[in-house]
Structure formats: C-alpha cells, structure tokens
C-alpha cells in the first residue's frame, strides 16, 4: 500500500496477524560422544602426562635453581606482595 503525502512516496508493510503460523523447524542433532579408547588405554595415557609434568616440574626447578632465577623469582613475588598491600 502507498501513500503520497506530496513529496515523497511511503511505503507501508503488509498487515501481518498477530499470531503467525510458523513452520516447525528440525531439531538440532547433539552431538554423541563416542569413547575412543579403552579404560586401560585412558589410565595409560593418564599416567603419561601425569609422569610428563612431574618431570617437566622437576626439570624447571633444576633450571631455576641453576640459572639464579628462584632468586629472582622471589624477588618479584616480594615485590608483587608488597604492591598488593
């Protein structure tokens, strides 16, 4: 429907009921999820990177303790306490 009001065209939009039916839409597939490994094969890998970031941790602190940086490491967390305070 168009109305002029002289200068200008104004177009309204359609006349829409309030209540619209609305096509049911396809409900959406969740996803499944599917062991891949076995109970044996996750205590496996479990204690794989458990052992892994027990050495890792190890093998920091060694560096740290070699390079002066556990010094420099206890400095700044001083420093960092004395600035939250």
Known sequence: MQETDGTATVVKPPAFPYEVAVPQTKTRQHFVHKRVLT???RGVWRLFLTLNF????ALDK???LESGLSELVDWWRTQKSELAV
């Open 39 to 41: 109970r044996e094969e």
């Open 54 to 57: 027990a050495i890792n941790r």
């Open 62 to 64: 060694e560096l740290q």
